[in-house]
């Protein structure tokens, strides 16, 4: 079994403003940690994971299929594989929350 603490996760700027790590995995899935920053944005993107994730602090909102998706502290949300979609912190707070991928996502783009 592996155990891993956010105190110890080693955090890449994917975009500006935007923190992710890679936190656990398995074969069939990993778990990613985030932290946007206010103003901070994902572009729109799609890959063949499913994405699944939950949010514990800060607001984000969600941009796919020509609409928008606030989600707020406790709120959990799925993205089927292949959906384009985005995300902004429109907020004043610091967005942090966690996303699931299966299957795992094997060196994403952003740790390049």
Do not use: K
Request: net charge negative; aromatic share 6%.
């Amino acid at each position: 079994m592996d155990h891993v603490s956010l105190s110890d996760l080693e955090t890449m700027e994917a975009a500006d403003g935007v923190h992710l790590a890679i936190m656990a995995g398995t074969d069939s899935m990993n778990v990613q940690h985030f932290e946007i920053e206010p103003g901070a944005a994902v572009e729109e993107h799609s890959h063949p994971h499913e994405q699944t994730g939950f949010i514990y602090e800060g607001e984000l909102t969600f941009l796919t299929d020509g609409e928008e998706v606030v989600c707020e502290p406790g709120d959990a949300y799925g993205i089927p594989g292949g959906q384009p979609h985005a995300a902004e912190n429109r907020g004043e707070e610091t967005v942090r929350g966690v996303d699931i991928f299966d299957p795992p996502r094997e060196n994403p783009t952003w740790q390049e």
